[in-house]
C-alpha cells in the first residue's frame, strides 16, 4: 500500500503549480467572503484532486497494469480512500490555518473552535460524498459518474426546496422530535451521528470493492 500512496501523491502534486493554486485560491477565498469559507472549500477542492487520482489509474489502461502487480481489489480501494481522507484532512489544516489568517489581515476576532467546528462538521460529509464518487466512477466511469451526482445534488436541491415551500406544513410535525433531541446528551447524538457515518462509508468501502473485484482487466 505503501507504494500506491507514493503513486497517488505524485499523481495529484506532479507539479508545484497545484499547491500553488490551492494556496492561492483558498487565501482568495478566506479572504473576500467567511474566512472559514476557505475551509470547506479547501476539503472540497483536496479531495476532488485526490480523487482525479482514480481517472489517471484508469487511464490508458492503467487499471489492469496495477491489477498485475502484487496488489488486489480490496487493497487498491483501502488505499484510495484513506488516500482521500487524508488529502481532505490536509485541506481541512490548511483551509484552517487560511481563515486564521485572513481574520488577522481583515482584523476580526479569531475564533478558533468555530473553525474547527466547522472543519469538524464539513469533514464527513464531504468524505461521504468521495466516497459515493469512488463507487460510481468505479462502476460507470469518470463521466457518467458526475452526471449521476449532478442528479443527486438536483434532487437534494429539489428536496430541500419543496421542503422550504411546504415549511408551515412541516413545521408543527417536527416540533416533538426536534424537541426530543435537544433534551438528549450532545455526545450521545454525536455518537449516533459517527456510527451512522462509519456505517455508510462501511456499505460504500464494500460495494466499491466489489465493483472492483469483478472488473474485468
Same mark, same amino acid.
Given at each position: 500500500?505503501?507504494?500506491?500512496?507514493?503513486?497517488?501523491?505524485?499523481?495529484?502534486?506532479?507539479?508545484?503549480?497545484? =499547491?500553488?493554486?490551492?494556496?492561492?485560491?483558498?487565501?482568495? +477565498?478566506?479572504?473576500?467572503?467567511?474566512? %472559514?469559507?476557505?475551509?470547506?472549500?479547501?476539503?472540497?477542492?483536496?479531495?476532488?484532486?485526490?480523487?482525479?487520482?482514480?481517472?489517471?489509474?484508469?487511464?490508458?489502461?492503467?487499471?489492469?497494469?496495477? +491489477?498485475? =502487480?502484487?496488489?488486489?481489489?480490496?487493497?487498491?480501494?483501502?488505499?484510495?480512500?484513506?488516500?482521500?481522507?487524508?488529502?481532505?484532512?490536509?485541506?481541512?489544516?490548511?483551509?484552517?490555518?487560511?481563515?486564521?489568517?485572513?481574520?488577522?489581515?481583515?482584523?476580526?476576532?479569531?475564533?478558533?473552535?468555530?473553525?474547527?467546528?466547522?472543519?469538524?462538521? +464539513?469533514?464527513?460529509?464531504?468524505?461521504? +460524498?468521495?466516497?459515493?464518487?469512488? %463507487?460510481?466512477? =468505479?462502476?460507470?466511469?469518470?463521466?457518467?459518474?458526475?452526471?449521476?451526482?449532478?442528479?443527486?445534488?438536483?434532487?437534494?436541491?429539489?428536496?430541500?426546496?419543496?421542503?422550504?415551500?411546504?415549511?408551515?406544513?412541516?413545521?408543527?410535525?417536527?416540533?416533538?422530535?426536534?424537541?426530543?433531541?435537544?433534551?438528549?446528551?450532545?455526545?450521545?447524538?454525536?455518537?449516533?451521528?459517527?456510527?451512522?457515518? =462509519?456505517?455508510?462509508?462501511?456499505?460504500?468501502?464494500?460495494?466499491?470493492?466489489?465493483?472492483?473485484?469483478?472488473?474485468?482487466?
Amino acid at each position: 500500500m505503501k507504494g500506491l500512496f507514493i503513486k497517488d501523491f505524485f499523481l495529484a502534486f506532479r507539479n508545484s503549480r497545484n =499547491l500553488i493554486i490551492f494556496t492561492f485560491v483558498c487565501l482568495i +477565498m478566506s479572504l473576500s467572503l467567511d474566512p %472559514a469559507f476557505g475551509i470547506g472549500y479547501g476539503i472540497l477542492l483536496m479531495g476532488t484532486v485526490a480523487l482525479g487520482t482514480l481517472t489517471f489509474d484508469e487511464y490508458d489502461n492503467g487499471l489492469p497494469f496495477l +491489477m498485475s =502487480l502484487p496488489i488486489n481489489a480490496r487493497t487498491y480501494i483501502r488505499e484510495k480512500f484513506l488516500f482521500c481522507f487524508l488529502a481532505e484532512l490536509i485541506g481541512a489544516a490548511a483551509g484552517v490555518l487560511f481563515s486564521l489568517l485572513a481574520s488577522l489581515i481583515r482584523k476580526q476576532p479569531i475564533v478558533l473552535e468555530d473553525y474547527l467546528s466547522f472543519a469538524a462538521g +464539513m469533514l464527513p460529509a464531504m468524505f461521504l +460524498m468521495l466516497s459515493l464518487m469512488i %463507487a460510481l466512477q =468505479l462502476k460507470f466511469g469518470a463521466e457518467k459518474s458526475r452526471l449521476m451526482m449532478l442528479i443527486i445534488y438536483g434532487g437534494f436541491a429539489g428536496i430541500m426546496i419543496f421542503t422550504g415551500s411546504m415549511k408551515d406544513q412541516f413545521l408543527p410535525q417536527l416540533s416533538g422530535p426536534v424537541a426530543f433531541l435537544q433534551r438528549q446528551p450532545p455526545l450521545l447524538l454525536i455518537s449516533v451521528l459517527l456510527l451512522i457515518f =462509519l456505517l455508510l462509508v462501511g456499505i460504500l468501502y464494500r460495494v466499491s470493492v466489489k465493483i472492483m473485484e469483478n472488473k474485468e482487466f
